[in-house]
């Protein structure tokens, strides 16, 4: 009981800015769910090849990061050797709930697609992966959250690229009671990043896309775009930062995020931001938030097209513009349309 309320009472809440729409202590204290400080297991498929160890957990940056690091069962560590280029996707899933810390390392030149599936019926996710990306490698990173509604769950990726390296990421998350994530990128050299990333919110489920991005060195070119979709009395979150140190001249960065509001009772929280030391650089984020285009769903009424169809297909569009050419995650968002006809 004392280790719960120990852990309860460092939890993030609305008092800090970064958590201010997504207040995660308080949801606990509602929840109240009983795995808050246990181990989480998770089984990671597809490793052929790979150096799989378990190691000494390693302190994080904040109490999240922490509280995964003391309650975890020890780090597992997955490495890529240099230049191995892993063919099959590793897969990571979560067993249990709980909390647990994954570091991922590539090696030189060498590549490797990671996709992880997070679901759960009930209580606390917090998970910490941290990502080695070394000179020349490249990262393809793909997350789906498909959780219950009374699921509490935060995923951490922290991200480091070192020179030359390349990393994709596309996230899909369908809420919870709460779901928050965060993934922060340092780029330590000229290095090319593109995040792409969707939310899709009915009942009262909370989603909170959180990304920042430190550049501490000249010439990296960053995409990052979020799409949004929130009906009922469900709640979305946007945070993305692009922080350019004095010396990262000549940095090319865009972030966007548009999100469509299908209902009165939705919310919807969005923050793009950008500080910026250096004085050679070409930075922009933009924010739109509105419903559908009441034109185009004209035009298609207009042609035979049933109105729930139309909105439906309207819907697509405007998320799969954001996911590309990914067709599982194509296929949850059509799953996701069907449960809302």
């Not at 922080?243 to 793009?272: C, E, F, G, W, Y």
Request: some cysteine; charged content about 25%.
């Amino acid at each position: 009981m004392t280790l719960m309320f120990d852990v309860v009472t460092h939890l993030p809440h609305r008092g800090l800015e970064e958590w201010k729409w997504s207040d995660l202590k308080s949801t606990v204290e509602a929840q109240k769910p009983d795995d808050l400080s246990q181990p989480m297991q998770v089984d990671i498929a597809a490793r052929d090849g790979l150096t799989v160890t378990h190691t000494e957990p390693t302190d994080g940056l904040d109490a999240m990061t922490n509280m995964a690091a003391i309650l975890s069962s020890g780090t597992l560590t997955v490495r890529v050797p240099d230049d191995v280029r892993h063919e099959q996707p590793l897969k990571l899933t979560d067993l249990r709930s709980g909390n647990a810390q994954i570091v991922i390392e590539i090696g030189k030149d060498a590549s490797l697609s990671v996709e992880e599936h997070h679901s759960a019926d009930a209580g606390f996710v917090n998970l910490d992966v941290r990502y080695i990306v070394r000179e020349g490698a490249s990262l393809t990173r793909s997350v789906v959250t498909q959780d219950g509604a009374d699921v509490i769950r935060h995923v951490r990726a922290s991200v480091t690229l070192w020179a030359d390296a390349t990393f994709k990421q596309t996230q899909l998350t369908f809420g919870s009671a709460l779901t928050r994530l965060e993934t922060r990128v340092a780029c330590m050299g000229k290095v090319s990043v593109e995040m792409s990333g969707a939310y899709l919110l009915s009942d009262k489920r909370h989603a909170d896309i959180t990304n920042y991005i430190d550049f501490a060195t000249p010439g990296s070119t960053v995409r990052d775009a979020v799409a949004g979709v929130v009906t009922d009395k469900a709640r979305g979150v946007f945070q993305g930062k692009f922080n350019v140190r004095r010396p990262a001249q000549q940095t090319d960065a865009v972030m966007r995020h548009d999100a469509l509001m299908l209902s009165d009772t939705a919310k919807i929280n969005a923050k793009p931001e950008l500080e910026i030391y250096a004085d050679d650089v070409l930075c922009e984020h933009g924010n739109t938030i509105g419903q559908l285009d009441e034109q185009a769903m004209f035009y298609m009424r207009q042609r035979g097209i049933p109105k729930a169809q139309a909105r439906a297909l309207l819907i697509e569009a405007f998320v799969v513009a954001r996911l590309g050419e990914d067709e599982a995650m194509v296929a949850l968002v059509r799953d996701w349309l069907d449960g809302q006809s």
